[in-house]
């Protein structure tokens, strides 16, 4: 599942049954949540290796620290190469809250780091298939042995005990880098000289230049890069009122906080500064940005842009790659939302009911006729701004094609008085001889009318 | 409903589904979510008063603040006096977060407030009952005008939409005030010169010294006050294993941000200070505290004391009041755990399966059952420490009472193999024949042994 880029909401946190759940194997059985304690988790290139059980690593300590969790693959759905793999834009990330051990006590307690280590290699307690070389699916990752300093061994997400489609009993968190590492169902945490020998590591996750294959001589997958997006307005919203609108996103720095961003409502050839509001959680989480902006009729090209406090700028570009990974490009990140220009009441506040002085089955003369084809390029918002009519010389690409849908006048009267799905009642707008006057004249010009 | 005290978790933010609902009258139908833009709240007090819609609001601003959100009464449950209301202990109170438009956005978009007025006075939306003047019941609260600053119209709560159970569509949030101000399904916010005639205000939540009836001139339930608790170890979690524990729990100054936090393991004779972990999540929410402290078997009195930035400290005592109003005692709050010295190793390694050297039904003999009863005061951890059986001089408070429960000898092996409940597994401490004999011994000494 991933979060539906609406429903991102403006709350910094993601609630965990939003959270997108991405697994490169089955889960193990839910029987291993019925005693969470009893988890054990193997720790190897210490001084003095050893199991550890979830009830142990409960005495080590307890830390909390909140990060955007995204997968590697987020925002592969705006690369035209279509890489293989499921095409996410912005759903498959969130910012949650994770309870557990420093890793750095865990290693302290078992004597420290045996010499000579460089990374920390995370195994997973997937279901293996049966008949294949573990090696070839074993979900075992390595990372830098400086992301120990902020590594966790996790055990609680957004204040409840994690979930096995979230990794539990017991994750590995390497805050700022990418979901790939955030090894679930850990159940072996190695140092090691050298990179997990697993296909997932060496082939797997790679940034393969186009026309490439993956190989582990290519940069890995690993620290994020500054991004944001923008989650509202959404051209899926409808159209907006034009007037003041607004603008609010989330952006995040990876390894750094978030110095500030800025948007941009023509497509990114100009820029103003947002806002950063509500809580600041850390450098491993995202901020929420807001800009109230002006928003005139027509279409608008809405941008964010976010600097982290390294001085690293988001890209225009996302960099081209075969498996479709870390797409930054605020360009790709864009929408395009329409405005429109309402008269009148709010359509929340539209009086129901309404007496026509005439049904629309009487017949109708030129000059009503005329009139309606006057108001629908002339009324606000004018119908032409949505929809297709070939009479009226109207293109908008909002609304249905009325020469296709060809509706009867009562069906036109019915969609002016209630509205329908986006458009507005026009009730308190115009009168009743005006929408009678429009509904005869798409009816006619459809050639829906009744003879 | 309320949270249970172990349930807190570590992770700051308390889930919605988790939050405790408390309400003074029914809520409105769900109906209203149908369509959350539509709800309209009416304002008045400011230059040009009017009514706005839910869409409205939306354009004027987005912030976003975390607060603790906690009724009055949570605490009450301690109060000697046992005052009317719901008994709660800490469970009724959260940490959250809002987003919504900050109340003085709305008043500057509206020209400003009127000259004279000191309240901010919030009206709920609830169902009112038939045929009672509407003042006697209507949720109606006023708080000082300087609340202003701080407070949103919120629709979104950890990340959605405000569910009916937590004032949605529309909520008025005032950081750092009891719960009841937070007035649900807001539908009128007036800027007032005098408190509101509701009883809910005159008569109700008051801190009323004992003996005397509420009226107006006591101070109402307003602001919070600086407190923290415990919430792991608790005794409800059974004993625990002598060795390091981390003491961990919740601590919030009400208006101020947490300074620091004591804890005592003494019952408040000694403090030492506790380490802050986890984000910041501002000045209304709460803090997470850790401390990690070794503990020797036996019992012990667990308290936190926590200081504001203003230099408040959580006092020891409750202030005495007939409602059972904001109950912020450090002594109220102390909990008292059971620390038991087990050998070997942790149950969640014990291997399972032994086999025994003979069945319990054998027949005993008299050196066997001398050496059952030096094993029940005598293992690590003694069977004594938890049990009561009179045969054995033992008065443990934490199991069943032997005398009473009259297990039979294979009951007895069973619970001494596998563990049951809290009881740990002896299978990896002592030998086969030992289990035997205490098994012999218990049956025998409470009449349950075969004849």
Redesign the interface.
């Known amino acids: 599942m991933e979060t539906r880029r609406a429903a991102?909401?403006?709350?910094?946190?993601?609630?965990?049954n939003?959270l997108y759940v991405r697994n490169n194997l089955p889960a193990p059985d839910a029987a291993v949540l019925e005693?969470r304690?009893?988890w054990?988790v193997s720790i190897e290139g210490v001084k003095s290796p050893r199991a550890l059980?979830?009830?142990?690593l409960?005495?080590?300590?307890?830390?909390?620290?909140?990060t955007v969790l995204q997968c590697s693959g987020n925002g592969r759905g705006f690369f035209p190469s279509k890489p293989s793999g499921t095409p996410w834009t912005v759903g498959a990330a969130g910012c949650v809250?994770?309870?557990g051990v420093p890793l750095r006590n865990v290693v302290a307690a078992l004597g420290g780091l045996v010499d000579g280590m460089a990374y920390v290699t995370g195994t997973g307690g997937e279901k293996l298939p049966e008949g294949v070389d573990p090696l070839t699916v074993l979900v075992e990752r390595s990372v830098p042995l400086k992301a120990m300093d902020d590594a966790l061994l996790a055990w609680?997400?957004?204040?409840?005990?994690l979930s096995l489609a979230h990794g539990g009993p017991l994750r590995l968190v390497v805050p700022g880098y990418q979901g790939v590492n955030n090894i679930k169902y850990v159940k072996r945490l190695a140092f090691t000289p050298a990179q997990s020998q697993a296909r997932i590591m060496q082939h797997g996750y790679r940034m393969s230049p186009p026309g490439t294959k993956a190989s582990p001589d290519q940069p890995s997958v690993w620290e994020m890069t500054v991004k944001s997006w923008i989650n509202s307005p959404l051209p899926e919203q409808g159209p907006l009122k034009a007037?003041?609108?607004?603008i609010?996103g989330v952006a995040f720095g990876g390894m750094h906080a978030v110095k500030g961003v800025e948007v941009s409502v023509d497509g990114g050839k100009t820029w103003q500064a947002a806002q950063l509001?509500?809580?600041?959680?850390?450098r491993f989480?995202w901020r929420?940005f807001?800009l109230?902006v002006r928003l005139g009729a027509g279409t608008h090209v809405l941008a964010s842009r976010a600097t982290d406090m390294a001085g690293n700028v988001q890209p225009q570009q996302r960099e081209e790659n075969v498996g479709g990974y870390n797409n930054a490009s605020w360009n790709d990140h864009a929408v395009t939302v329409t405005v429109v220009t309402w008269h009148g009441l709010?359509r929340?506040?539209a009086v129901g009911g309404l007496t026509l002085l005439a049904g629309a089955s009487v017949a109708a003369d030129p000059a009503e006729i005329a009139r309606g084809k006057l108001l629908f390029t002339t009324l606000q918002p004018a119908c032409a701004v949505c929809h297709t009519l070939q009479a009226a010389g109207a293109e908008g690409q909002i609304g249905p094609v009325l020469d296709e849908l060809k509706p009867d006048a009562d069906r036109v009267l019915r969609a002016l008085r209630n509205g329908i799905g986006v458009m507005p009642s026009y009730a308190e707008k115009i009168s009743p001889q005006d929408m009678q006057a429009l509904a005869r004249f798409v009816a006619q010009a459809t050639g829906a009318a009744s003879p």
Do not use: R
């Open positions: 991102f909401g403006t709350s910094v946190i993601t609630p965990s939003q005693n304690d009893a054990t059980s979830l009830a142990e409960k005495t080590l300590g307890i830390d909390t620290v909140a809250v994770w309870s609680e997400m957004n204040g409840e005990p007037g003041v609108a607004q609010h509001v509500g809580p600041d959680l850390g989480a929420q807001v109230p709010p929340a506040w």
